[in-house]
């Protein structure tokens, strides 16, 4: 089979598995001149043909300063297909990187700020032109050693998405190729005969994403199985089993810990909590206090005493200061020690992981006195927050 079809297949599948592209869609697509780019404005081109989904495709190319760069052959190639090469001018860029990399030491430009900077470019001119989404041509392979690169250096098991949405744009980042195994990309690229423009970057092919792909390599030619099982274990999402869920942080010896809140039920736990203690019984209006972009920000808390759960509590980062939230306690487990515990526990915790750090709450007038006892500092005047008199409450770390 020609790769063509591989390739084209491989969209269909992402786009019908991760709802990537729908009727309306303005889809602005980099084109940085390497393989990967030029076939998936190709296939993007032809997908719009047959994918019955109307949408409309335009090719973008950033001129970031870097040395030796010739949009000409792009533009080119962009004709052949019947669209017309956008360049951006993003020249301060490559400026910008080089100071960094003097600045930092480095042996070769910054990757994760030209990543940065090149989104931000992209971003301009699709909000200029009115574009809704911006697919970029990262592929299956990409996904894997990205997965890897976290896990080695950052120490979490993550990679990029399908689809992400930026509020502050208002765009959507896509990766069609998200399934697509850049082996079939080089085949595509060979048997379409497409004249590939070379990497601008001085940096190319001498990054530490290189040296994950040679790991990855070698991965692959001892465990032919390993490169299709990485990209399936990404989105097997039943079949899940990690720690996090069996963390019970220990707040003391006798059976009180804080769980972190990693799965639906533990969400739901968290929500019945808030609603028995402060819509239940302080008449608070629940629906109307719980904000999302506060609830995904947020590290999140079950509050257990041996087997029972008996409270939730979380904080998140505001500003430069990190702030106890949403801190409550069943009424049958209250005035036994817990809360205090709790508190200290929790403050300590942020304090050592963060220091140096400011860790604040609002503390409810009655509680004042009770959070005195977990060295908070009262700070500023009262006020009403939910139509309950509060006070904001500092402690330094």
């Known amino acids: 089979m020609k790769a063509i079809r591989t390739l084209l297949a491989c969209i269909r599948k992402a786009d019908q598995t991760y709802n990537l592209i729908n009727h309306g869609d303005k889809v602005i697509v980099g084109l940085s001149g390497g393989k990967d780019s030029m076939a998936l404005l190709y296939c993007l081109n032809l997908y719009k043909k047959f994918s019955h989904t109307d949408f409309e495709i335009q090719p973008v190319t950033l001129d970031l300063g870097f040395p030796n760069f010739n949009p000409e052959p792009l533009k080119k190639f962009c004709a052949s297909l019947g669209l017309n090469l956008i360049v951006q001018d993003s020249k301060e860029v490559y400026e910008i990187l080089r100071i960094q990399q003097e600045k930092q030491g480095l042996k070769h430009l910054p990757c994760s700020i030209c990543s940065r900077m090149k989104k931000a470019s992209i971003n301009k001119v699709a909000n200029e032109l009115g574009y809704n989404k911006v697919a970029f041509a990262h592929h299956a392979d990409d996904a894997i050693e990205t997965l890897l690169m976290n896990e080695i250096y950052g120490s979490r098991i993550a990679t990029f998405s399908p689809k992400m949405h930026l509020e502050n744009a208002n765009i959507d980042f896509i990766r069609p190729f998200l399934l697509v195994h850049e082996k079939d990309i080089k085949q595509f690229i060979k048997e379409e005969n497409i004249d590939v423009v070379g990497s601008s970057c001085p940096a190319d092919k001498n990054t530490t994403r290189e040296d994950i792909k040679n790991l990855l390599n070698d991965i692959y030619n001892k465990y032919p199985k390993a490169k299709q099982n990485f ?167």
Request: glycine content about 6%.
């Open 231 to 397: 990209l399936s274990m990404i989105s097997n999402y039943e079949q899940i089993d990690l720690w996090g869920d069996e963390i019970y942080l220990q707040v003391d010896q006798e059976g009180l810990t804080l769980k972190p809140v990693v799965s639906p039920i533990d969400e739901w736990q968290v929500i019945n909590i808030r609603q028995k203690v402060f819509h239940n019984e302080q008449n608070v209006s629940f629906y109307d206090n719980e904000v999302y972009e506060e609830e995904i920000s947020s590290k999140s808390f079950l509050i257990y005493y041996k087997k029972d759960i008996i409270g939730t509590i979380r904080y998140r980062l505001v500003d430069d200061f990190y702030k106890i939230e949403r801190f409550a306690i069943l009424k049958e487990y209250r005035n036994k020690g817990f809360g205090l515990k709790v508190i200290n526990f929790l403050s300590d915790y942020i304090g050592s992981k963060f220091n140096p750090c400011v860790v604040s709450l609002n503390a409810q007038k009655p509680t004042i006195e009770f959070y005195k006892k977990a060295g908070y500092i009262p700070e500023g005047d009262f006020f009403l927050e939910a139509g309950i008199i509060h006070q904001k409450m500092v402690k330094k770390y």
